[in-house]
């Protein structure tokens, strides 16, 4: 009876040794990084950043917690140093030090996706609630502090080249001069507001060569005057279009309007209401999909980084456009030339028309997203519903980049051969850097 109780204890002490590993099976989940991908998109969305900016932010927040994973798991993933323009190189682990790489790349992503825009500390609460729990979970003290130290030094690497991007000169670039010329851009009602980013083209891309190395053909050439001409055609076709919508035409319009901030005017009061801009859309797109495909946290965080560098390229390059041909808005010259009256279904937003920003960088999305999942990939994106719109299924992220293109035409703020234009030229960009970077072995 002694020894049995003897042996009792030595297996009670024995248990009470054994460390707590449920911090593992916590802080290794995928849908973690997910959501707090979501908490940075409703950080952005709360500061009010035009949707080129807020892509910013995700992609160096992206490319910080990638280069984590590929250190991590050199003989599966391959760093982006050497690959992206002006990143020669990166912060390596330090030698028998105990690191938590899923950890270490959720802390970079949070360290970096705050402070390249805004100042640091707009997510510490969130971080703070995470790691509470992962102590709780047992994180021992050694792996939180060697993880920390890694995050920190790879944050420091990626946000010192962040900072070569040309975004701070631009902050204090001349301003875009509005000109009275028929068929040039000025601004639109109810904001007025000035053209944004007027030199986002001149931003330092992720991975094409340049601003100009996917330049579109010229837009169809601005004649109100002539009811034959191409440019009258496409004028009444999205008059005609916006003034007969259906009621699926209008969720479609709805569900890809991410305006960050819509101005709504009601006699003489006006407030605002947000949403996820358009790049923020598809950071849930991502999450959706690494979730559906069961992908594992390494997977999840390489189709971040990808998918965002898609993203921040296709910006510069349409930007490009925008400010080279200055185009102007379907409702100003509706309201000049036809109905002064007219409105369309969705605000319009404050830079020129051709080409449009929202149909090029979700194609150059939907290519990095089918390179990853492939051509038939299913899925069902929510990303509305806390907006109170309504889901939308598609059999593709390439029907979904196609939805798109017709949505802003049912929205009344593009001309859909901008649109088709604008298709092509994110599939261009989406396709070069599905074939240049060499980021999964």
Not at 7 to 22: F, H, R, T, V
Not at 259 to 274: I, Q, R, Y
Not at 308 to 336: G, H
């Amino acid at each position: 009876m002694k020894r049995l109780f003897v042996c009792l204890c030595m297996a009670a002490s024995l248990y009470s040794c054994k460390p707590n590993m449920e911090y593992k099976a916590y802080l290794h989940d995928p849908q973690l990084f997910s959501n707090t991908v979501h908490e940075l998109n409703s950080v952005v969305m709360g500061n009010n950043f035009p949707p080129m900016i807020a892509a910013r932010n995700y992609t160096y927040g992206a490319i910080a917690a990638y280069e984590i994973i590929a250190a991590g798991d050199p003989k599966k993933y391959q760093s982006l140093a050497g690959q992206l323009n002006g990143l020669k190189d990166v912060a390596k682990p330090t030698a028998n030090t105990p690191i938590d790489y899923e950890l270490a790349a959720l802390l970079a992503y949070i360290k970096v996706g705050e402070a390249v825009t805004f100042p640091e500390g707009s997510m510490q609460l969130y971080k703070d609630s995470i790691l509470t729990l992962a102590r709780a979970k047992g994180l021992p003290q050694d792996v939180e502090k060697g993880s920390q130290i890694f995050a920190d030094s790879m944050s420091a690497s990626i946000i010192r080249w962040s900072k070569k991007d040309n975004y701070a000169q631009t902050r204090s670039a001349e301003k875009y001069t509005v000109k009275d010329v028929p068929g040039r851009w000025v601004p639109t009602p109810p904001m007025y507001a000035q053209a944004a980013e007027p030199h986002w083209m001149e931003i330092r891309p992720m991975a094409i060569d340049s601003a100009t190395q996917f330049l579109p053909p010229p837009p169809i050439p601005f004649n109100i005057t002539d009811k034959k001409s191409k440019y009258y055609e496409q004028v009444m076709a999205i008059k005609n279009a916006t003034d007969s919508l259906t009621e699926e035409q209008k969720h479609i319009a709805e569900f890809w309007d991410d305006n960050p901030f819509k101005l709504n005017v009601s006699g003489h009061v006006m407030f605002a209401t947000k949403k996820f801009s358009p790049s923020g859309h598809w950071m849930s797109v991502i999450g959706i999909a690494a979730k559906t495909a069961k992908s594992t946290y390494d997977e999840t965080v390489y189709a971040y980084a990808k998918t965002s560098i898609a993203l921040f390229d296709a910006f510069i390059q349409c930007w490009q456009a925008k400010y080279t041909y200055n185009t102007v808005r379907p409702e100003t010259v509706i309201n000049k030339y036809i109905d002064p009256n007219w409105r369309p279904y969705l605000q319009t937003p404050a830079f020129p028309e051709y080409t449009c920003g929202h149909s090029t960088i979700s194609s150059s999305a939907a290519e990095a997203l089918t390179n990853i999942y492939g051509e038939n990939f299913a899925y069902t994106d929510s990303t509305e519903l806390e907006f109170g719109i309504k889901n939308r299924s598609f059999k593709s992220f390439r029907e979904a980049a196609l939805e798109n293109n017709s949505a802003r035409f049912y929205g009344g703020i593009h001309f859909h051969p901008s649109c088709i234009v604008s298709t092509e030229e994110g599939k261009k960009i989406g396709d070069y850097i599905n074939n240049k970077l060499k980021m999964k072995k």
